[in-house]
C-alpha cells in the first residue's frame, strides 16, 4: 500500500495528465465534487452554450440560501452552506496561469450577479509569491476575496479519506495507491462511521460511501482493538459487490481480499474475488484495473508462500502469463507520440509482472516458517526486516523485465509526468537479483534521476538506502556498500546531515564485517568528527555510541591498547552526552564497552601481568573506576588457557591481542586471496600514516573487488615510514623477492598546514601505484578498471570528509609513547594469517579473458607441433630409466603431457642457443627452433639436463610464457611470485586441467613417421 505522500503524488500525476488530454470537463466534476465537501454546499454547475455567452469564466457558482441563519450550528447541507455569493472556476491550462486566472476575475466580476469570494483550481502547479499578487489584485480590483487551489492542494485534499473515492471515480486511481491510513489522526471518525452505518435508515452504495467504509475496514484489519469489528465490516464492503456497478464491485473485492488476508490469515471465501478482478482485467483497457489485477496475484502467491488458499503454483504462474500478454497487447496498440504517459504506466506493470517470480520453480517453506500475512503487515510498518524467501530461490523473468524497464526509462523524457515511485520502489526491493543484467546501472540511475527531480537528492539517499538493505538481506555487502556511500553523499546538508552520520556509520560495519578494520574506523571516527564540530553540534548524542563501535573495530583490529583507551573516551561521552546516562542497561554500546574493555584487562591479568602498569596509564580514571565494580563479576568465567585464549583470537580477530604494543606496529588483513602485513614504528605520527594508508587500500579494494582486479595470490610485507623520497623518487620502493611482494612506503605526515588536495593526491596515487604492481592484468587493463572506480566515486570513499589522521588524532603522543615503551612478548612463534570475509574470497571464477576452446586448441597446438622439434630428444629421454622416472615423478605432482612437452621444448630451445656460435643465432630465434626439425642438429642434448628438479625450474618461466601469450597476464614486479602466477593460473585459468584425448606420453614416443601424440578420432 502507498503512503500518503506517495498518493498525493500519483494524483497530482494523474491530474497533470488530465492537462495533457486537455479533459477540462472531468476536471470541473473534481473540482465540484471537492467543493461540495469542503467550501459550500450550495452550488450548481454554471455552464452554457458559447452561442449564450459561454459560462462566463464561472464553472460553478452559489445560488441564495437563508438556512445558515435560521438553523445556526445545523450540520449536513446546512452546516456547509454559504450565505456569500461564490464562484468556482477551472482549469487544465499549462503554466504561466497568471494572465488566465486575471482574464477569469475580469469575466466573472464584470457579468452576472455580483460575487464575494472566487475560489480558482488549477492541475499546475502555482508559486505562492505569484499567489499572493493575484489574491491582491482581486481585492484591489474588483474588491473580491480570492482562494486559489493549484495541483499539489488539489492532490492533498484527493489523498483523503473522504475524498478519495474522486480519484478513483474520475482518475482512475489504483487500489493499491490508496494509503493505509487517513493522512492525520482521527479519534473519533472511526467510531462515528461505524455508528452511522449501524443507524442508517437504507444502504448509500456510492462511490464515497465506498470510500468512507474502505477507510473504516483498513483500520478494523490493521488496528488490534478494533479488530473485533472486522466481520462487520466485511459485511458493509461486500454490499458493493452485490449491488450491480461493476467499477464499484470490482473496487469493493480488492479491498475484501486485502482484509481477509491481513486481518484473518486466510483467503477463505475471497478467492473468487480475486479471479473476478483479474477476469475483468483480463478484458480490461484501463491500466488501474490491470495494476489492481497484478498486485492482487502478488498477494495471491505471498499466500501459497504460507499454505494458505487453494491456488496452485502453476496458475499463478499461468495467470501472470496471460495479465502480461493483455500488457504486451495494449503496449502494442499505444501510439507513444500521443499518450507517452499511458505508454510509460503500461510498462511499468508489464515489468512488475514479470518480477513476478516463476513460483512452479520455487521450493515452498515449511507451514509457519514465513510470518503470517498480519505478521508480515506489522513488521514492514515498524521498518523491521520481513523473514522471506531468499531472492536466489525465487527465480524472475529478469531480461524481459528490463527489457520493458529499460524502455520505460527511455521514454520518460516525453512522459516526465509519469510518478517515478512505485516502480522504483518495485526496482531498489528487487535489486540483487537484477545487477547481473548489463541494462541495470542505466536504468538505476534513470529512475535515481526521475526521483530527485520530483522529490529531491534526499528522497534518492532513502531509495540508495533500501536497496542497500536489499544487498544486505541478500548477503551482498560490496553492492550495499556502493548504496550507502550514495545514501552518505546525498544526505551530506544540514536537514539530513543525521541521517549521513548514521549512514557512516552502517558503512564503518559492513567494513568491519569485511574484516576490513581500518576503513571501518575511519568511517565511524569520521562521523564522530563530524557530531562534534559546529556543523554537526546537534548530533552530539551520537558521539557515545559512535565512539563505542571505534573501540570495538580496534578491539578486532588486534589493538587493545587504543582500544581500551578509546573506551575510556566513549564512556566519558556517554556521561556527556547521551540521555539518562546513569540507566546503562538501556545503552547497548555500554554493553559492548564493559565485554571488550573486560576481555583486555583479564586476558592482560592473566597471560601478560607486566602489561597492566601501561595499559591503566592508558585509561581514562573514570572509566577505570567503572570497570574495577564490573571485572570482579566476569572474573570467575575467564577460565580459558593461553592456547584457547590465543586460538580464539586467531579465528575471530584480524591481528593478535596487543600487536599494538611495542617498537613496532603491525597491521593485518586478507582480501581477494591477498596477505597483508603493514608494519610501521610506533610512534604517533607514523601509526597515523600507516592506519592512513591501510585503510584507503582495504576501501580501494572492496571498490575493486566486483571488477576483478586479478590479484595473485600472495603475502604482501609493507613497510610504512614518513618522508619525502630522496631526490623526488617513488614513494613505494620493492625489494627483490620471488616468494612474496617485500616493499616500502613513505607518506607524509599530517600536519595542521597540510595542503589537502596534495594530501590526498599522495595517497590516493600511492595506493593505485602499489595495486598496479599486484595484479595480473595488463596495466592500461588495471588502470581502466581504476578508472571505472573513481567514476563510481573511489576518491570520496577513501577520503571520506575529514583527513584520517585528524578524526583518528583522538589519543594523544603520550599515549603512543607508553604503548612504544612496553615489552610485548610473543603469543606464539606462528605467523598470525588473517581472516578472509566470503565477499572478499580469492574468486574461483574463469579470468578475464580465459576461453576453454581457445585453450584446448593451443594444447591440441603443443600435442602436434612439439614432438617434431624434440623427434631426437624425446625418444632418448622416455628410453633413458632415470630421465623417464623423473617425468613420472611430476606426472604424480599433477603434471600434464602438454605441459612436460612444453618445458622439455623450452630447455631444449635454451640448450641449442648455447650451443650456436654467437654470430649463428638467427634474429627470429626462438621461434626459428621451434620450426626447424631437430635431426638437423649435429649435437645431441645432454639428458642430465631433462631431471625432474631441471624441469621443475624451467616451469617456473614457462608459466610466466603460458600466462603471457595465452591470456595477456602479467607482472609489474621486477621479480616476480612464481609460485603464485601459477597458482593464479591453476584458480582462474584451468592450467591444472586443461587437456584433451591424447597417446600417453610415458606409453612410447611417437616415430619419425608418427610425431603427433594425438589420439586419432574414434569411428
Known amino acids: 500500500m502507498a503512503t500518503f505522500p506517495e498518493a498525493e503524488r500519483y494524483i497530482q500525476f494523474l491530474l497533470e495528465q488530465l492537462a495533457s488530454r486537455n479533459e477540462h470537463h472531468v476536471f470541473e466534476q473534481i473540482v465540484f465534487q471537492i467543493a461540495l465537501r469542503r467550501l459550500t454546499s450550495n452550488i450548481v454547475p454554471a455552464t452554457g452554450p458559447v452561442s449564450a455567452g459561454g459560462d462566463q469564466g464561472r464553472d460553478a457558482e452559489s445560488y441564495y440560501t437563508n438556512l445558515p441563519h435560521e438553523l445556526p450550528g445545523a450540520g449536513g447541507f446546512v452546516g456547509r452552506a454559504t450565505t456569500e455569493p461564490w464562484v468556482l472556476a477551472a482549469s487544465v491550462q499549462k503554466p504561466p496561469l497568471d494572465g488566465k486566472i486575471r482574464d477569469d476575475l475580469k469575466s466573472i466580476c464584470s457579468q452576472g450577479e455580483p460575487v464575494c469570494r472566487v475560489a480558482f483550481f488549477a492541475v499546475h502547479e502555482i508559486p505562492v509569491a505569484i499567489r499572493h499578487r493575484l489574491q491582491q489584485h482581486a481585492r484591489e480590483t474588483y474588491g473580491v476575496a480570492l482562494d486559489v487551489f493549484d495541483g499539489q492542494a488539489v492532490a492533498n485534499q484527493l489523498a483523503q479519506g473522504d475524498l478519495i473515492w474522486i480519484a478513483q471515480r474520475y482518475l482512475d486511481l489504483p487500489s493499491a495507491m490508496i494509503p493505509d491510513e487517513p493522512a492525520e489522526a482521527q479519534p473519533d471518525w472511526y467510531r462515528s462511521t461505524l455508528t452511522a452505518l449501524r443507524e442508517r435508515s437504507g444502504k448509500r452504495l456510492t462511490p464515497g460511501a465506498l470510500s468512507e467504509v474502505r477507510e473504516g475496514l483498513r483500520c478494523a484489519t490493521f488496528d488490534d482493538d478494533a479488530r473485533v469489528d472486522l466481520p462487520e465490516w466485511l459485511g458493509y464492503i461486500g454490499e458493493f459487490i452485490d449491488a450491480g456497478d461493476e467499477d464499484l464491485a470490482l473496487r469493493a473485492r480488492y479491498e475484501r481480499v486485502l482484509a481477509v488476508l491481513r486481518g484473518k490469515n486466510t483467503l477463505d471465501g475471497v478467492e473468487a474475488d480475486i479471479r473476478a478482478v483479474i477476469d475483468a482485467a483480463l478484458s480490461s483497457e484501463r491500466v488501474a484495473l490491470l495494476d489492481d489485477a497484478g498486485q492482487l ?29 493483455r500488457v504486451v497487447t495494449l503496449i502494442e496498440a499505444t501510439d507513444v507520440a500521443l499518450y507517452p504517459v499511458r505508454k510509460t504506466s503500461l510498462l511499468d506493470v508489464a515489468a512488475r509482472l514479470c518480477l513476478h517470480p516463476r513460483w512452479p520453480e520455487v521450493t515452498r517453506p515449511a507451514v509457519g516458517a514465513l510470518p503470517t500475512p498480519q505478521e508480515t503487515t506489522r513488521l514492514r510498518r515498524a521498518g523491521e526486516i520481513v523473514p ?18 529499460e524502455r520505460l526509462v527511455d521514454l520518460l523524457p516525453q512522459a516526465r509526468a509519469f510518478p517515478v515511485g512505485g516502480v522504483s520502489e518495485t526496482f531498489q526491493m528487487l535489486a540483487p537479483a537484477l545487477t547481473e543484467d548489463p541494462r541495470y546501472e542505466k536504468i538505476r540511475d534513470a529512475l535515481d534521476a526521475a526521483q530527485a527531480d ?38 551530506w546538508h ?25 576503513a571501518a574506523r575511519q568511517y565511524v571516527l569520521t562521523a564522530a568528527a563530524i557530531a562534534t564540530s559546529p556543523t554537526g553540534q546537534e548530533h552530539e548524542d551520537l558521539l557515545p555510541a559512535t565512539l563505542a563501535q571505534a573501540m570495538v573495530y580496534t578491539h578486532a583490529a588486534g589493538h587493545w591498547g587504543d582500544a581500551l583507551a578509546l573506551g575510556g573516551l566513549a564512556f566519558v561521552a556517554h556521561h556527556l552526552f547521551a540521555d539518562t546516562p546513569e540507566d546503562y542497561p538501556s545503552h547497548e554500546y555500554i554493553q559492548q564497552l564493559d565485554f571488550h574493555a573486560s576481555m583486555v584487562t583479564l586476558s592482560a591479568e592473566r597471560f601478560r601481568p607486566a602489561l597492566l602498569p601501561a595499559l591503566r596509564e592508558l585509561v581514562h580514571p573514570d572509566y577505570l573506576a567503572d570497570l574495577a565494580e564490573h571485572l570482579p563479576l566476569i572474573r570467575p568465567v575467564f577460565t580459558q588457557s593461553e592456547q584457547q585464549f590465543v586460538q580464539n583470537a586467531d579465528d575471530q580477530l584480524a591481528g593478535r591481542p596487543f600487536s599494538d604494543m611495542g617498537t613496532r606496529r603491525d597491521l593485518n ?52 615510514i614518513t618522508g619525502t623520497p630522496l631526490g623526488g623518487g617513488d614513494r613505494v620502493t620493492f625489494r627483490p623477492n620471488n616468494h612474496a611482494v617485500d616493499c616500502t612506503v613513505i607518506l607524509s605526515p599530517y600536519t595542521t598546514s597540510t595542503d589537502y588536495t596534495a594530501f590526498q593526491r599522495e595517497l590516493s596515487a600511492t595506493v593505485v601505484h602499489l595495486l598496479a604492481h599486484l595484479s595480473a592484468r595488463p596495466t592500461e587493463a588495471f588502470m581502466s578498471l581504476v578508472e571505472t572506480t573513481f567514476a563510481r566515486g573511489l576518491l570520496h570513499k577513501v577520503l571520506s570528509a575529514r583527513p584520517y589522521d585528524e578524526v583518528a588524532g583522538l589519543l594523544t603522543e603520550a599515549h603512543y609513547n607508553t604503548l612504544q615503551q612496553t615489552v610485548m612478548p610473543p603469543w606464539s612463534d606462528t605467523a598470525f594469517q588473517p581472516p578472509t570475509a566470503p565477499a572478499l574470497a580469492q574468486p574461483t571464477t574463469p579470468g578475464p579473458g ?88 649435429t649435437t645431441a642434448l645432454p639428458l642430465n639436463a631433462f631431471t625432474a628438479d631441471r624441469l621443475r625450474a624451467q616451469m617456473d618461466v614457462t608459466v610466466l610464457a603460458v600466462g603471457q601469450r595465452r591470456w595477456k597476464l602479467g607482472s609489474a614486479m621486477p621479480t616476480p611470485n612464481l609460485r603464485a602466477f601459477k597458482e593464479l593460473l591453476t584458480t582462474r585459468y584451468d592450467y591444472a586441467t586443461d587437456d584433451i584425448p591424447h597417446h600417453n606420453l610415458l606409453n612410447g614416443a611417437p616415430d619419425d613417421t608418427e610425431p603427433c601424440l594425438l589420439r586419432a578420432p574414434e569411428e
Open 454 to 491: 520530483l522529490a529531491g537528492d534526499s528522497s534518492v539517499a532513502a531509495r540508495c538506502r533500501d536497496r542497500a538493505m536489499a544487498f544486505l538481506r541478500a548477503g551482498r555487502p560490496l553492492d550495499a556498500l556502493h548504496e550507502l556511500h550514495e545514501v552518505k553523499i546525498n544526505w
Open 669 to 720: 588483513f586478507a582480501a581477494l586471496g591477498t596477505t597483508w602485513r603493514i608494519r610501521c614504528n610506533n610512534t604517533r605520527a607514523t601509526v597515523l600514516a600507516a592506519e592512513r594508508f591501510t585503510a584507503a587500500v582495504q576501501i580501494s579494494l572492496a571498490e575493486l573487488a566486483p571488477h576483478d582486479p586479478l590479484l595473485f595470490p600472495q603475502d604482501i610485507l609493507v613497510r610504512v
Open 850 to 937: 580465459y576461453n576453454r576452446s581457445r585453450a584446448l586448441d593451443m594444447i591440441r597446438d603443443n600435442y602436434n607441433e612439439l614432438p617434431q622439434v624434440l623427434t631426437e630428444t624425446l625418444p632418448r629421454v622416455l628410453a633413458d630409466p632415470d630421465t623417464r622416472a623423473g617425468l613420472q615423478e611430476l606426472r604424480e605432482e599433477g603434471w600434464l603431457d602438454w605441459q612436460i612437452l612444453l618445458v622439455l621444448a623450452n630447455i631444449a630451445a635454451n640448450l641449442r642457443l648455447q650451443q650456436a656460435s654467437p654470430g649463428s643465432i638467427p634474429r627470429d630465434y626462438p621461434t626459428r627452433f621451434f620450426q626447424t626439425p631437430e635431426n638437423q642438429y
Open 494 to 518: 544540514g536537514d539530513t546531515l543525521r541521517g549521513a552520520l548514521l549512514t557512516m556509520r552502517m558503512i564503518g560495519k559492513i567494513y568491519s564485517d569485511l574484516n576490513l578494520q581500518q
Open 388 to 405: 522471506d524467501v531468499s531472492l536466489d530461490s525465487r527465480p524472475v523473468d529478469v531480461t524481459e523485465a528490463m527489457g520493458y524497464l
Open 297 to 325: 496475484l502478488l498477494y495471491w502467491a505471498g499466500a501459497w508462500l504460507r499454505h494458505l488458499g487453494t491456488a496452485s503454483a502453476e496458475e499463478l504462474r499461468e495467470l501472470a502469463l496471460r495479465l502480461r500478454q
